[in-house]
């Protein structure tokens, strides 16, 4: 079966790491990178792999009507812009800045309710890593109060992300309510400068109804172990506590070092939910496909 | 002559985590309307990591922010009231909810190394008419040359004071002289120091850094605060008069707020046990102490054992969840 070609805009860490990754896909084939900066190391790693690639930002990209979906790693601000010109182009766009523009969206919860929409949104390296806790909690039983903390390192934060913390909090929590299914969401982000660079750490706390420890135990297991097929480095830190009606979970995410670091768990988990969700709007696009011939 | 110093008190921020953030209503408005009338400058008030810091996380406050600083409005006259935020854990939103009670002054704080998420926090609070004191936080972990770097920063953002603080109470009086001094030099804008009292130096310290030029310091009645607590402020106002530098506040009124109404709050003696005096020791964010006593507690292992490790691991303020990890993989060793 014939790859679906996908192209990529932002020639930076998040630009070139998911590039790296989406070069092992079976199903998603890069077949451009775009930046703004001629003199960027991603665009010269996107050459060197035989990729397309151009300084000229998205005018680029939209004249190659082959390729169907375009994974946005610029900026919140440019993807707007963005978005409205990939849906005019019949572009499925998959947004990695907090623009959120499309539905939020985390694979294995919810992506399959979100196949058919022009834009996806990844919501934050945050929420990626401690929405599908608070999901496989709420299974079990009702989550009144969802609240997470993410310790990244400070060598992993860009200026974009620092400049822009409120917007990390607030999406972060209102993701943790609307797909996690928490009633109520708080996120808390803490940057830490340690050399060596620290792991990306999250602590998920949820208030729940009824504490049934072995049956959140065994969900929150479940969910890590489906999680580990796309993000091989994010584990369990200790086995979920369940003390009166707060549970706690605490998750590590060692990075898979392709262009980032592997401290750099936080971004990893970004370009690793990227792939894993547009692969399945691949599998989708070739159903349909297959269906119409 | 010897520059006036302003008194910020912060027994009802930093105070807040002595007594796990349980402040009452009427609590606040009594200590508020003592401290304005003792003639302190500036009133600090919010939950103990800030304004959004209710959480599980830093424990939940009581009474919340908004409900304090309307009642503490209603009573202060002259004072002027501060409220404390940390980008990442507070936002913009929480700031202008604050502004509806004639807030007149923001504290933002960081990370030491970390200024560069406090810019439009900063900014906002500029544009809505407040003076800005930014606070670089856990000062003893990073160098001087960087510490006046990041406080550069904040001067750029629009700062009207950048403060040394040493929330670990970890800095020696000729540190908290140097680190000051640098400040003075490098910047155009104010210098403050916000001391915390783990090695027995919160009066000392803040003593030294008025020396080398701070004129904002901090200090909260009966020392209440995170760890063993912050200067005492009314042994610090008594040091600042028998220094001469004038402060404008009165001292017998100041130390009757302290023990008629402070103290029968407080629920556990401010003083350097072993678990705060091992915080100034190891270099830990002073607001652990009871949080890391009830790990302790919970997973059977000694307090200072888990602050001596993650004062190794380099935690910083704000991660209080690395004392649940760190005290569970302790224990996981000992087969708790």
């Known amino acids: 079966m014939d790859k679906i070609k996908v192209g990529i805009i932002g020639s930076g860490n998040i630009g070139t790491d998911l590039l790296l990754k989406l070069l092992r896909s079976e199903s998603l084939e890069p077949a451009m990178v775009v930046g703004v900066d001629p003199d960027s190391e991603g665009l010269a790693i996107a050459r060197s792999k035989g990729v397309a690639a151009s300084a000229d930002g998205i005018d680029a990209l939209l004249p190659n009507e082959d390729i169907r979906i375009v994974f946005d790693a610029s900026g919140a601000k440019p993807h707007l812009r963005h978005a409205k010109l990939l849906e005019k182009a019949g572009m499925l766009a998959v947004d990695l800045t907090p623009a959120a523009v499309g539905p939020f969206v985390v694979p294995y919860v919810n992506v399959q309710a979100h196949l058919d929409v022009p834009n996806i949104n990844l919501i934050t390296c945050g929420g990626q890593a401690t929405i599908p806790i608070v999901w496989a909690i709420n299974q079990v039983c009702p989550v009144s109060y969802a609240e997470i903390v993410s310790s990244v390192s400070s060598r992993s934060a860009g200026i974009g992300t620092r400049q822009n913390i409120d917007e990390f909090t607030h999406t972060t929590a209102r993701s943790l309510e609307q797909v996690g299914g928490a009633k109520r969401g708080k996120a808390i982000i803490v940057l830490n400068p340690a050399e060596p660079p620290i792991m990306m750490r999250n602590t998920i706390f949820a208030l729940v109804d009824e504490p049934r420890a072995d049956e959140i135990r065994g969900s929150v297991e479940r969910m890590v172990e489906q999680i580990q097929g796309y993000v091989p480095g994010y584990r369990l830190k200790h086995r979920p506590d369940v003390d009166g009606n707060k549970v706690t979970v605490q998750i590590q995410v060692t990075g898979a070092g392709d262009y980032l670091p592997s401290y750099a768990g936080n971004l990893d988990i970004m370009t690793a939910a990227a792939v894993a969700v547009g692969e399945e709007l691949a599998r989708t696009l070739t159903a349909k496909e297959t269906a119409v011939q | ?336």
């Open chain 2, 1 to 336: 002559m010897k520059p006036r110093i302003r008194i910020v008190d912060s027994t009802l921020r930093d105070g807040s985590h002595s007594i796990s953030h349980q402040y009452t209503e009427e609590q606040v408005a009594a200590i508020a309307r003592g401290l304005d009338q003792a003639g302190v400058d500036i009133i600090e008030i919010s939950h103990g990591d800030g304004l959004g810091g209710s959480s599980i996380q830093y424990g939940f406050d009581r009474t919340p922010d908004e409900v304090k600083l309307r009642a503490a409005s209603a009573v202060v006259k002259h004072s002027k009231i501060a409220v404390l935020l940390l980008p990442g854990v507070g936002t913009k939103e929480d700031l202008k909810a604050a502004t509806e009670f004639n807030i007149r002054v923001a504290r933002i704080a960081t990370h030491v190394t970390e200024a560069n998420i406090s810019e439009q926090h900063i900014g906002l609070a500029k544009k809505m008419g407040m003076e800005v004191l930014c606070f670089l936080m856990m000062n003893h972990m990073a160098d001087i040359d960087t510490m006046v770097g990041q406080a550069k920063l904040m001067e750029s953002y629009g700062a009207d004071a950048v403060y040394v603080v040493d929330s670990a109470g970890a800095l020696l009086p000729n540190e908290a002289r140097d680190r000051v001094a640098a400040l003075k030099a490098g910047l155009r804008i104010e210098v403050g120091f916000h001391a915390h009292n783990n090695l027995g130096l919160g009066v000392g310290n803040s003593l030294a850094a008025i020396e080398a030029g701070a004129t904002l310091v901090d200090g909260s009645l009966r020392g209440m605060g995170g760890g063993a607590g912050n200067a005492m402020l009314e042994a610090l106002v008594a040091v600042l008069q028998k220094a001469n530098y004038e402060n404008g506040v009165d001292l017998y009124k100041l130390m009757d707020v302290g023990e008629q109404i402070v103290r029968p709050i407080m629920t556990r003696a401010q003083e350097i046990d072993n678990a705060s005096l091992t915080l100034g020791f190891a270099g830990v964010y002073s607001t652990f102490l009871l949080h890391t006593e009830r790990a302790a507690k919970k997973y059977g292992l000694d307090a200072r054992d888990i602050l001596m490790e993650l004062g190794r691991r380099k935690a910083v303020g704000g991660q209080e969840d690395w004392i649940i990890d760190v005290a569970a993989e302790m224990a996981e060793q000992v087969g708790h």
